[in-house]
């Protein structure tokens, strides 16, 4: 699988961003064509990641959430969102369903239940008091 085009950026954690990171990153896999779909899928799963870092990760301090991505040959899009914050205590709970640390600001528990829906992959990485990092991928099809 080789890389055919890359990019990173950072940005504060803060809510407004959230569409910063959405229009950046499908800005970034315009040149692919996708489906109104497959962009609309991507943009949502990098929203439920950027929330989480804000929310979860940094807990509404200030913090820097970090994103980079990859087009490889094969059409794949891998895009990983990063924080340094506080990490997460046990992954294999936090991906279930209903499952949030924030219950008193009524979150629903369906962000990573969200971006796996909506990609072929998700892997979730963290380590508590040094962040976690969301590898997204997704494949995007050829159109005809």
């Given at each position: 699988m080789k890389t055919v085009n890359e990019m990173k950026l950072s940005f504060p954690s803060k809510s407004c961003n959230e569409a910063f990171a959405r229009s950046a990153v499908s800005a970034f896999i315009l040149n692919l064509d996708p489906?109104?779909?497959e962009l609309s899928d991507l943009?949502?799963?990098v929203?439920?990641?950027v929330t989480n870092c804000i929310v979860h990760g940094y807990r509404r301090q200030s913090g820097t959430i970090y994103i980079s991505g990859r087009i490889t040959d094969s059409r794949r899009v891998i895009i990983r969102?990063?924080?340094k914050g506080c990490?997460?205590?046990d992954v294999g709970q936090a991906m279930q369903p209903l499952f949030t640390t924030a219950a008193e600001e009524e979150r629903a528990?369906?962000?990573f239940?969200?971006?796996q829906s909506f990609c072929d992959k998700v892997k979730v990485k963290s380590a508590e008091g040094k962040g976690t990092t969301v590898t997204l991928e997704?494949?995007?099809a050829e159109n005809a």
């Open positions: 489906t109104v779909s943009k949502t799963a929203s439920e990641a969102v990063r924080d990490g997460i205590a528990g369906l962000g239940a969200v971006m997704k494949i995007i």
